[in-house]
């Protein structure tokens, strides 16, 4: 029988300990390489890359390499070095976003690029992503320099596509999933199947761990733009509304949008091209999409996508790790909301 992220929340919250404990062992390796490759003459580098790495992240992306390594009892130690890249990338883009975004917290602290700077910013960025690179070639497998290279590309196509989607408040779902699935999830399959590749399992493992790791980064990109809208500073680890002022057009706005009057669509209209971002903007903001379900329908489509994420590790044998994976899944999608 497939496991339901409902069935796991009955008898108590859902958490990330059980992944964080299967991984410990093996994340101290990632995080010995992170701490070695993010060196430099320059001290500049190591400096403001290390306040963002140190910054409180639960290196998710990473955990997910991991845990897919134990999955299948992959003996070895490559998957420490590949997963330190995937968290390079994740922290590059991070970097990037920020200057993009004009944001001035992360996870509760002062982005790098209110301290040091746009420039420096986007140039340690860059110096991550060669970092990457450098790991991911050292391994010497093809088939896991492609997987990490294109998903590197279509986080940066998803970016481009966010960027001339935003304050468009016509954006329909389907080019909404499509970014969310470019920028977000694309990471967390590729995260995932390089496992089965250093493992040397077969296409379908491959793709049963691709697939986990996609349906994860939506559920969890979902989660994140309702968040948006119904959590607090202190939870989310940023400014409670940024992508209302900032005019992205998520899911939940999509979808208030498109139940709203007359007077509720020239509300979002102004809204996204920025003539409406008060704090009592927000208020009403928030009071429409919640009259409307769209908080509710949005986190519904992301439990949706959990539970096929979920349902992707079936071919898979019950164990520690399987538990634990299916169990980041609950947490994701339960997470500050």
């Known amino acids: 029988m497939t496991a339901s992220i409902h069935r796991l929340n009955a008898d108590r919250p859902p958490s990330l300990d059980p992944m964080m404990a299967l991984t410990a062992h093996d994340l101290n390796h990632v995080n010995a390489v992170i701490l070695d490759r993010m060196q430099s003459d320059i001290p500049l580098i190591p400096e403001l890359a290390g306040h963002l790495i140190a910054g409180g992240g639960k290196r998710m992306r990473p955990m997910l390499t991991l845990a897919s390594a134990r999955l299948l009892d992959y003996p070895g130690a490559r998957h420490h070095r590949l997963a330190a890249a995937v968290e390079f990338i994740h922290t590059a883009t991070l970097l990037h976003d920020d200057v993009v975004d004009g944001s001035d917290l992360?996870?509760?602290?002062?982005?790098a690029n209110i301290i040091w700077g746009n420039p420096a910013s986007v140039l340690v960025g860059d110096f991550l992503f060669s970092r990457s690179f450098e790991l991911m070639v050292e391994d010497g497998s093809l088939k896991v320099l492609k997987i990490l290279s294109n998903a590197s590309a279509v986080i940066?196509?998803?970016?481009?596509?966010?960027?001339?989607?935003?304050?468009?408040?016509?954006?329909?779902?389907?080019?909404?999933?499509?970014?969310?699935?470019?920028?977000?999830?694309?990471?967390?399959?590729?995260?995932?199947?390089?496992?089965?590749?250093?493992?040397?399992?077969?296409?379908?493992?491959?793709?049963?761990?691709?697939?986990?790791?996609?349906?994860?980064?939506?559920?969890?990109?979902?989660?994140?733009?309702?968040?948006?809208?119904?959590?607090?500073?202190?939870?989310?680890?940023?400014?409670?509304?940024?992508?209302?002022?900032?005019?992205?057009?998520?899911?939940?706005?999509?979808?208030?949008?498109?139940?709203?009057?007359?007077?509720?669509?020239?509300?979002?209209?102004?809204?996204?091209?920025?003539?409406?971002?008060?704090?009592?903007?927000?208020?009403?903001?928030?009071?429409?999409?919640?009259?409307?379900?769209?908080?509710?329908?949005?986190?519904?489509?992301?439990?949706?996508?959990?539970?096929?994420?979920?349902?992707?590790?079936?071919?898979?044998?019950?164990?520690?790790?399987?538990s634990a994976m299916v169990e980041a899944v609950a947490f994701a999608v339960s997470r500050a909301y």
Request: hydrophobic share 40%.
């Open 106 to 111: 992360r996870r509760g602290r002062r982005t």
């Open 156 to 322: 940066a196509e998803g970016e481009v596509n966010q960027l001339t989607a935003q304050r468009q408040v016509e954006t329909t779902e389907e080019r909404y999933l499509q970014i969310i699935g470019a920028k977000t999830a694309a990471l967390f399959a590729a995260a995932c199947r390089i496992a089965a590749v250093v493992a040397e399992r077969g296409e379908g493992d491959e793709q049963a761990l691709d697939a986990y790791g996609r349906n994860l980064g939506i559920a969890f990109q979902l989660v994140d733009d309702a968040i948006d809208y119904a959590s607090d500073a202190q939870t989310m680890g940023k400014g409670v509304g940024d992508d209302f002022r900032d005019g992205k057009v998520t899911l939940p706005v999509i979808l208030a949008h498109a139940r709203g009057d007359a007077d509720d669509r020239r509300f979002w209209r102004d809204a996204m091209q920025g003539h409406r971002v008060s704090d009592d903007d927000l208020a009403h903001a928030t009071a429409l999409l919640r009259s409307t379900g769209a908080l509710d329908d949005t986190m519904a489509c992301a439990r949706l996508y959990g539970q096929r994420a979920i349902d992707a590790l079936t071919r898979f044998p019950a164990g520690e790790a399987r």
